[in-house]
């Protein structure tokens, strides 16, 4: 009989080693050796069959075999070593290994790596899969490649059904080694009879060994699969799932596995299964509707639309039936999701591969796709191609005009010379030595569908042909009935929008407002926006009105129609039709912009600080009570106050957000600049109207808007000025506090100020005292110096200015220095009272030196109020005469109503004149000086 490597079994009891194997084959000859499965170059032996009674009777010495023990197999840890097969074996099978067999995308180490991730359940099958197959994606190439060719020259598309797949960027991919060595071929059938003979665990140990030498051959994962059949379905799977990706070929292998994949509830890898199926059998379209029904089952809607868009590339010609099919769906689904692009390509495929299946359905969803991207002239080319549609193009000079369908044949034309002409269509094309330059008259049959009519003069209208549109116009809508065509003459009607022709669309949609199935609010909206094309405003809030009426949430036509009676100066009607009611609508951000703005206009300053604060609580948080300030004011960011906000209320049992608050839909606008003018225009309407409570509460409720976060310095300056307006120095001492820690200068110390001096505490003592140290001279030793003059701690306070005026003499430190001894000679048990006064004037008369010609209005009056203090009345009046005498300066007279002291130095005189019964003098100073 003729040994075969493949089919034969040799029995363990006769292999007694590996090396003693290798030996028999180095040493066997051409003459006596055994057929390699596979060699071209090796002659088949013919080996004599025995029967048993020619075993019986042979001569044999029982003594001379000795038993041979069972190969003792370890069991193997790592599948894949880094040396395979001995090099004997390797040189006997030298001439039958092909050179492609070679050369793989993975090394051994990285297979044994992924199979045992897979079996020890790291990694699915999808992707095992995916990484031990590195070719290029097939699939994706084909639809790539059929995108190409159809997006496009008409002309060429045909060629779609010749092309091969494999063609694409010139890809091959590479073969692995699938076929076992006829040694292992001999211990996988020795595997295979010892399952049989139900030596379950040495079959399985065997087939292990064999993969530990060549791990892409798939016999040994077959045999492991049927040996865990029973007892471990799940490792059973795993095997049978290894060994049909090492034979992917059978598709009807990869279905059983899907099916077995879905029993046991993994969705995902029975689509992976289907998937190899496909590849195995790319024109099963079972295969494709069962893989579609499982990618949509499991929620992959682009890999449900990406199978069904191989299948229609794989399929030819005579699968029309099933081609328009699936490429209807694909459209419908595309055309679902907007995607408008992609469903043309799929209709093309009916258009290149199935052209005498086409029908006005066909025709109807190309031109609808071709007119929604824009691609007019191949509209208009597949319209009078595919229909009765006659157009007459103008020709050169010297040329007779001809009617376009004069080169319409009565025939079919037959398969070569329709793809020759496929471009051409029914309209006769300029021959080369003629130039189409426009179109000069057309004809639309009565027999053409009212769908196509529509489309076709949509077409027109876009190609710029509206006088031959308007020539079609009256016969198309006194013949077709708008109760039922209504959406036809909608489409109409907005491509002349389009053009700005108001009035001839006026036409088609005057019917459709009339009509009772079409007098809808989109229509009423087409209509309006018509009226105000037309600049009928009066007849554009009727419309308007209507469209406010069918649908009261369409906030597009709100606007407009506010917006027109803003035009009108109907300011209280456009406020009346911008109203949302928080607790039932979803609030539109840019109708409550518009609608404040108008509140704004015509002074209903109420109702727009609501509007204005009820806008901002989309990105603010409202603030209840004025003890959350406190958490706000803090804070250096927004994430931080919001956080303290968060805590605080968490604490009092509340929750950050507003059980009722409003809800709004997502809208951009107004943008960010806007809003925050708004919220200055707010800023200044409620300082001007003294509303300082609000103003605070509106400044500290946009520190937690994190739409304001770039505006943050902005808006603490301005809470900072609530706070002084509102008399609050708790909360404004807590914002002034971080301004001075940044930034020490004039202003800032001016500002820390103005807010201890309406101070109600002496948190500021503790800071200022901190903040010493750190300069010989500045601003906060001052500031200390007079908390200590206003404390009435005089000793101090001379001390503190003593020490600045001997390093920066100033009129100021001068004055102060001189306020400070006379408050210190006006007390009781104050001793050398003489001396404190003299030294007080002295430096009354420094500060009037230092203070100059420009401040003398101002030290003539400083100098009275002295002397006034002390009781010396005669040189107090001499210097109130000199301010009401002397020349104020030009600063003064710049700014009479601040600086001028006229009035105060008046109303002292009269008051010493009082004290003196000098009535007459005390009224002539009120009268001269103060009376209005």
């Given at each position: 009989m003729?040994c ?9 009891d ?8 290798q030996?028999?084959?180095e ?8 057929a390699?499965s ?15 009674s ?5 001569d ?10 069972a ?6 840890t ?14 006997s099978?030298?001439d ?12 051994a180490?990285?297979?044994?790596r ?13 992707e095992?899969?995916?990484r ?5 994606d ?18 060429t ?6 092309q091969?797949?494999?063609?694409a960027n010139?890809?091959?991919p590479?073969?692995k080694r ?13 595997a295979?009879?010892r399952?049989?003979k ?8 065997i087939?292990?060994e064999i993969i530990?030498?060549v ?5 040994p994962?077959q ?9 471990q379905p ?8 290894i060994?049909a990706?090492?034979s992917?070929?059978?598709?009807d292998?990869?279905?059983?596995l899907a099916n077995l ?9 029975a ?15 079972s ?9 949509e089952?499991?929620?992959?809607k ?5 199978g069904?868009t191989?299948?229609i590339h ?28 992609q469903?043309?390509?799929?209709v093309?495929i009916?258009?290149?591969?199935c052209?005498?299946l086409?029908?006005?359905?066909e ?7 071709l007119?929604a991207?824009?691609?007019f002239?191949?509209?208009l080319d597949?319209?009078?191609k ?7 193009y103008?020709r ?8 376009a369908?004069?080169d319409k ?14 471009a ?6 300029p021959?080369r030595?003629?130039?189409s330059d ?11 569908v009212?769908d196509?009519?529509a ?8 190609l710029d042909y509206i006088?031959?549109?308007e020539?079609?116009l ?5 013949r077709?009935?708008p109760?039922?065509s209504?959406d036809?003459?909608?489409?109409v ?6 053009k700005?022709e108001?009035y ?8 459709l407002?009339?009509s009772?199935?079409?007098?809808l609010?989109?229509?009423w909206l087409?209509?309006?926006?018509c009226?105000?094309?037309?600049n ?8 308007y009105?209507?469209?406010r009426?069918l ?5 597009g036509?709100?606007?407009a ?5 803003k035009k ?16 039932f609508?979803?609030l539109?951000?840019?109708?409550l912009?518009?609608?404040?703005l ?6 209903r ?5 609501s ?16 003890v959350e300030l406190?958490a706000?004011a ?6 931080q ?17 507003d059980e009722?608050a ?8 107004p ?12 800023c ?40 002084i307006?509102?008399?609050?120095s708790?909360?404004?001492?807590n ?10 200068r004039s202003?800032t110390?001016?500002?820390l100020?103005?807010?201890i ?12 005292m901190?903040l010493?140290?750190?300069?010989v001279?500045s601003?906060l030793?001052i500031?200390?110096a ?11 306070a001379?001390n ?12 100021l430190?001068?004055?102060?220095i ?9 007390q ?8 404190l ?10 500060y009037m030196q230092?203070r ?15 002397f006034h203090?002390?009781g ?8 109130y ?12 007279k ?9 009035k ?13 019964e ?10 001269n000086?103060i009376?209005?």
């Amino acid at each position: 009989m003729e040994c075969n490597a493949n089919e034969g079994s040799v029995s363990m009891d006769t292999v007694v080693g590996k090396s003693e194997l290798q030996l028999e084959l180095e040493k066997s000859t051409a003459d006596d050796s055994l057929a390699i499965s596979g060699s071209s170059s090796v002659a088949p032996v013919i080996i004599e069959e025995l029967d048993a009674s020619a075993i019986s009777s042979m001569d044999m010495d029982i003594n001379e075999f000795v038993e041979a023990k069972a190969l003792q197999i370890r069991e193997v840890t790592d599948i894949i070593p880094k040396s395979t097969i001995s090099l004997s074996c390797k040189s006997s099978n030298k001439d039958n290994m092909d050179i492609e067999d070679q050369d793989t995308s993975l090394t051994a180490d990285e297979e044994d790596r992924l199979t045992k991730q897979f079996l020890n359940g790291e990694l699915t099958f999808s992707e095992y899969s995916s990484r031990m197959d590195q070719d290029i994606d097939l699939e994706t190439i084909e639809n790539d490649t059929s995108r190409r060719t159809i997006g496009f020259d008409r002309v060429t598309v045909q060629k779609i059904v010749e092309q091969k797949p494999y063609k694409a960027n010139n890809v091959r991919p590479k073969k692995k080694r699938r076929v076992l060595p006829p040694v292992l071929q001999g211990l996988m059938g020795e595997a295979n009879l010892r399952f049989a003979k139900g030596e379950v665990d040495l079959a399985a140990q065997i087939c292990m060994e064999i993969i530990r030498q060549v791990p892409s051959a798939p016999e040994p994962f077959q045999t492991l699969a049927m040996i865990y059949e029973n007892d471990q379905p799940e490792r059973s799977l795993q095997f049978a799932l290894i060994a049909a990706h090492l034979s992917p070929k059978d598709a009807d292998q990869w279905v059983r596995l899907a099916n077995l994949s879905l029993e046991s509830g993994d969705i995902k890898q029975a689509i992976t299964c289907y998937s190899k199926a496909i590849q195995a059998s790319p024109k099963d379209i079972s295969l494709y509707e069962t893989r579609a029904q499982l990618q949509e089952q499991n929620g992959d809607k682009k890999a449900y639309l990406r199978g069904y868009t191989k299948l229609i590339h794989q399929l030819e010609a005579e699968d029309g039936e099933y081609i328009m099919r699936y490429a209807k769906i694909l459209a419908k689904r595309y055309m679902q999701e907007d995607n408008n692009e992609q469903a043309l390509e799929a209709v093309e495929i009916i258009f290149a591969k199935c052209p005498d299946l086409i029908t006005l359905e066909e025709v109807n969803i190309m031109t609808e796709l071709l007119i929604a991207l824009k691609q007019f002239k191949r509209c208009l080319d597949i319209l009078v191609k595919y229909t009765n549609i006659q157009i007459q193009y103008k020709r050169n000079e010297g040329r007779e005009k001809r009617r376009a369908t004069d080169d319409k044949l009565d025939t079919k034309p037959d398969k070569e010379e329709e793809s020759s002409n496929s471009a051409k269509g029914k309209a006769m094309s300029p021959s080369r030595g003629e130039k189409s330059d426009e179109i000069e008259s057309c004809d639309v049959p009565d027999d053409v569908v009212v769908d196509l009519k529509a489309k076709f003069l949509v077409t027109l209208i876009e190609l710029d042909y509206i006088p031959i549109a308007e020539k079609l116009l009256p016969k198309f809508y006194t013949r077709e009935n708008p109760e039922i065509s209504g959406d036809l003459f909608l489409d109409v009607a907005e491509a002349l929008m389009g053009k700005k022709e108001f009035y001839r669309a006026m036409v088609l949609l005057d019917p459709l407002v009339k009509s009772s199935n079409f007098s809808l609010a989109a229509v009423w909206l087409r209509h309006a926006e018509c009226w105000v094309g037309c600049n009928q405003l009066d007849k554009a809030i009727e419309s308007y009105e209507a469209v406010r009426r069918l649908s009261p949430q369409h906030l597009g036509a709100r606007l407009a129609l506010a917006k027109l009676y803003k035009k009108s100066e109907q300011y209280d009607k456009a406020i009346q039709v911008l109203y949302q009611d928080p607790e039932f609508d979803a609030l539109d951000s840019d109708v409550l912009y518009q609608r404040t703005l108008l509140l704004f206009k015509v002074g209903r300053y109420e109702e727009y600080f609501s509007s204005g604060m009820l806008l901002f609580s989309r990105h603010c948080v409202n603030i209840r009570r004025k003890v959350e300030l406190n958490a706000l004011a803090r804070a250096t960011g927004v994430r931080q106050r919001l956080d303290s906000l968060q805590l605080r209320r968490l604490s009092c049992g509340e929750k950050l957000e507003d059980e009722n608050a409003p809800t709004f839909v997502a809208n951009a606008r107004p943008s960010e600049k806007n809003e925050f003018l708004l919220f200055l225009q707010m800023c200044k309407l409620a300082c001007k109207l003294n509303k300082y409570g609000f103003l605070q509460r509106l400044c500290f409720t946009a520190l937690t808007s994190k739409r304001f976060k770039k505006r943050n310095s902005h808006i603490i300056f301005l809470c900072l000025v609530s706070c002084i307006h509102n008399k609050d120095s708790f909360y404004g001492y807590n914002i002034v506090r971080e301004f001075v820690r940044v930034c020490q200068r004039s202003n800032t110390w001016n500002l820390l100020n103005i807010i201890i001096q309406r101070a109600e505490d002496l948190r500021h003592n503790r800071f200022i005292m901190r903040l010493l140290g750190r300069d010989v001279f500045s601003y906060l030793h001052i500031m200390h110096a007079n908390n200590c003059l206003v404390s009435g701690t005089y000793k101090y306070a001379l001390n503190g200015y003593m020490s600045l005026f001997k390093v920066a003499p100033s009129a100021l430190l001068a004055l102060l220095i001189g306020v400070t001894q006379l408050q210190m000679a006006c007390q009781k048990m104050s001793a050398k009272k003489n001396q404190l006064v003299i030294q007080a004037l002295a430096f009354f008369k420094k500060y009037m030196q230092l203070r100059g010609k420009e401040g003398q209005q101002e030290s003539y009056y400083n100098m009275a109020r002295a002397f006034h203090q002390i009781g010396l009345l005669p040189s107090a009046i001499h210097f109130y005469k000199l301010v009401l005498k002397g020349d104020p300066g030009d600063l003064v007279k710049q700014h009479a109503s601040l600086l001028d002291l006229r009035k105060e130095a008046a109303f002292n005189l009269h008051l010493i004149y009082l004290q003196s019964e000098n009535h007459l003098l005390a009224r002539m100073y009120l009268e001269n000086y103060i009376t209005i």
